[in-house]
């Protein structure tokens, strides 16, 4: 079993947490979590520090100060964020318009 710690004192936004999430998740792989699609990628296995058939606790501490400073309003002003960098052909037509 692969055991991971969060300290949710590492981080305070979501970018943040996806620094450090790449620091203990990716201890091989420089700058490996930059976005949503590498995070699922990383936690389902396909890389990173456990194998995909590998059994992984996950403890969190301070948990709560991650569920207030991570919620809905973080996650949609880091995609909003997201979406002003991204190209022109990569939005949504409604939103490119």
């Known amino acids: 079993m692969h055991k991971i710690f969060i300290d949710s004192?590492?981080?305070s936004n979501f970018q943040q947490f996806l620094e450090y999430?790449?620091?203990i998740l990716c201890?091989?792989?420089d700058g490996c979590i930059d976005n949503l699609d590498a995070f699922a990628d990383i936690?389902?296995?396909v890389f990173g520090v456990y194998a995909e058939d590998e059994e992984v606790k996950i403890t969190w501490k301070g948990v709560e100060k991650s569920k207030k400073e991570l919620g809905s309003e973080e996650t949609a002003n880091y995609l909003?964020?997201?979406l002003e960098d991204c190209?022109?052909?990569?939005?949504?037509?409604?939103?490119?318009?």
């Open 9 to 11: 004192r590492k981080f």
């Open 21 to 23: 999430m790449t620091e």
């Open 27 to 29: 201890s091989s792989y």
């Open 43 to 45: 936690l389902e296995g």
């Open 80 to 82: 909003t964020e997201l």
């Open 87 to 97: 190209h022109p052909s990569a939005r949504d037509e409604k939103e490119s318009k």
